[in-house]
């Protein structure tokens, strides 16, 4: 009977112990637990000690520190019918543990698979030009479009980064021809500006060697200086105009 009893004694003791051990959880910095009460949400508890009651309650253990998940290669289809295979890379946490664990059955998965069909949606409203030249501003977009789909998941969607665009070697050759007809355009358009300038200053300077007899003189002389430089060259001056008019006036005269 006292073995019995011994024996009985010592099964309480460890299912006691078990209790208690099964009623503790410690949870981390990072750490929250979502605290059931017969099935129905109770309250979000943690980090620390936190005393379970044993059948009565369970937690669900949540980690809030932010998560990275790469974005399976998507085939998109731009504004202006071009295929390209993009691939992105994302940055999310937990903020309401509560909503993480009762609006959605697992946050990861719905978040990843919401992730690859927001970016198929957004840069398929932008034209390859667009995808290329203004990716901080589609990281931008796709994060506040996927930011706002999550947040009554209890999801924070941080940062979105696309990290690749590829292009099909036919799409390639044709943006290197369409790139160097830009820069042919652009030279012609700076070479008929550079000739605008100019024939505005020649006739800005025509205008006053016109209104100014004496500075066309010295044009002149300046460039007889010039010439001069060249030893092989031979100079003739001619008689200036207004000489030549006295003379004949002289000439033609009637005599009294």
Request: proline share 3%; charged share 25%.
């Amino acid at each position: 009977m006292i073995g019995f009893t011994f024996g009985f004694g010592s099964i309480l003791i460890l299912l006691v112990a078990a209790l208690i051990a099964s009623s503790v959880r410690i949870f981390r910095e990072y750490e929250r637990g979502v605290v059931f009460m017969l099935g129905r949400f109770w309250k979000v508890k943690g980090p620390g000690l936190v005393l379970i009651i044993p059948i009565v309650q369970q937690a669900v253990r949540m980690d809030l520190r932010t998560v990275v998940f790469d974005v399976p290669t998507q085939d998109v289809i731009t504004r202006d019918n071009v295929s390209v295979k993009v691939n992105a890379v994302v940055y999310f946490r937990v903020v309401d543990p509560e909503k993480a664990v009762i609006q959605v059955a697992r946050y990861f998965e719905a978040t990843s698979q919401l992730a690859q069909t927001t970016l198929r949606a957004v840069l398929g409203k932008h034209d390859l030009d667009q995808l290329l030249s203004e990716r901080e501003q589609l990281n931008t977009d796709i994060q506040k479009v996927l930011d706002a789909q999550t947040d009554a998941w209890g999801i924070k969607v941080s940062i979105v980064e696309i990290k690749h665009v590829d292009i099909n070697e036919t799409m390639i050759r044709a943006i290197a021809r369409q790139a160097e007809a830009e820069r042919e355009r652009r030279a012609k358009v700076i070479h008929a500006e550079g000739e605008l300038q100019a024939s505005k200053q020649l006739l800005e300077a025509a205008q006053t060697l016109a209104r100014q007899p004496q500075a066309m003189q010295l044009r002149y002389l300046q460039t007889l200086t010039t010439i001069a430089a060249d030893k092989n060259s031979t100079i003739v001056f001619p008689l200036p105009i207004d000489l030549v008019s006295a003379v004949m006036e002289r000439f033609n005269k009637p005599s009294a």
